[in-house]
Structures are given as C-alpha cells and as structure tokens.
C-alpha cells in the first residue's frame, strides 16, 4: 500500500486546526510541509512556527519539505519544531553528503528532492546515504500545477537503481498527483504520494485520501 502525504500547502489556513483533525483521522500516513524561501523557489510559505503548531496537533509523521538555500543552517531548528523526514534540495547542496549525515545525527530521515530537469543518475554515489528520494513532478514552488509525465521514465530508473543497489530508499513523488494519475505513477515505481491540491480542493477529503490509500 502506497504512503499517502497530503500537503499542508493547500490547506486552509484560517482552519488550519479543522485541516490537521481531518488528516488525523483519515487514512493519511504523513504530513507533508513546504518550506519555502523566496530565493530556491519564487515562493514565501512557512517556517517554524506553523510546524511547531502541527507538531502538537498530530501524531503522524512530519515529513518537512525544504525548497530553501543553505538548508544546513537550519536543519537543527526544524528537528526542534518537529520534522521526523527532513528533505533538502540537491539542487541548494554542493555539499550533499554533509547535509545528510547532518539530518540523521540529529535523528531524522534524510530525503533528497530533485528537480525535474534534475538526472536521477546524480545519485548514483550517494543514493546509499539516502532514506528517502523525492521526485519533483512539477516545478517546485506552488500547489495545483500539472503533472510532468517524464517523471514516469525517472521513476522508473530510479527504481532500477535502487533494487540493483539492494536498498530500501522509498521514492516519493511530488506535484500534480490526482487520482487519475495515481496509478501509473505506483505501478512505475513509486512508494509515496504527496497530494496538495487533488485532497484539499476535493469535495470529500478523506474519502479522497482513502481513494489514494487503495490504489
Ligand atoms: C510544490 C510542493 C508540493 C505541493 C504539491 O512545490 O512541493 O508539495 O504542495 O501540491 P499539488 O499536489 O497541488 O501539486
Ligand atoms: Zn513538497
């Protein structure tokens, strides 16, 4: 069965409480948070105290997504606000392998995200050190965009990689997930679903989530 995490990004955020209480009792596994900094993506989201505050409303994972730059200096304060999943850019890391030993000695999980034009052979030195791959599917920096089919064939590869590695990195997929799509993207390969906008903007949320669950 697939990890579904659906994304804070879309939530309403005058009811964030009504939101977390909704996810809290769905079939949801994780929560995903988007960290947004201005200067990695032309978008300003949340910091800490909003993770703090879900922090405390939930017992689910906080899988932290952060599409900022210098992400090491910051890595010790979001394991402060809650993250158990800390994921960083390769894109913002020319010194990856420092970021990730960093994240686990604070004891989280490490996820790397790509971009999509970013090639899943980069991680081909360093994919031993990683718990988690996250695969952008569309451009990082807003919800509710359009899936990129590429990232099948990224899938794919990535996935080739790793079971010739014999690893247990899970791969998860990020940006324009709906259930129409939800299948092909789990058969290529795929263990985690993030879901902003196709969860929040549905009529029923949770049967949504449970939809997702199921495929
Ligand atoms: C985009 C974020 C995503 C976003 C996904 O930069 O990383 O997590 O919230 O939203 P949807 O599912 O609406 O594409
Ligand atoms: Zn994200």
Request: proline share 5%.
């Amino acid at each position: 069965m697939p990890i579904i995490a659906p994304s804070l990004l879309s939530a309403d955020f005058l009811n964030l409480q009504k939101d977390c209480t909704m996810l809290n009792e769905s079939q949801a596994d994780w929560f995903h948070l988007d960290v947004m900094d201005g200067q990695f993506v032309p978008n300003i989201s949340f910091g800490f105290p909003i993770i703090e505050t879900i922090r405390k409303a939930t017992t689910k994972t906080c899988d932290v997504h952060l599409m900022i730059l210098e992400p090491g200096n910051y890595a010790k304060a979001f394991q402060k606000a809650g993250a158990d999943i800390l994921t960083v850019h390769i894109e913002a890391c020319p010194h990856l392998h420092r970021n990730l030993q960093q994240i686990k000695s604070l004891g989280m999980k490490a996820g790397v995200a790509l971009n999509p034009h970013t090639p899943v052979h980069l991680l081909s030195d360093i994919l031993q050190d990683i718990d988690m791959v996250c695969l952008m599917s569309v451009n990082p920096g807003f919800g509710g965009q359009q899936f990129i089919p590429h990232t099948l064939d990224k899938i794919r590869a990535l996935k080739h990689m790793i079971i010739e590695k014999s690893l247990h990195t899970l791969i998860e997929i990020d940006g324009g997930v709906t259930l129409a799509n939800a299948g092909e993207i789990l058969q290529a390969g795929a263990d985690v679903l993030v879901a902003g906008n196709s969860v929040f903007k549905s009529a029923d949320p949770v049967t949504t989530i449970a939809a997702l669950k199921k495929m």
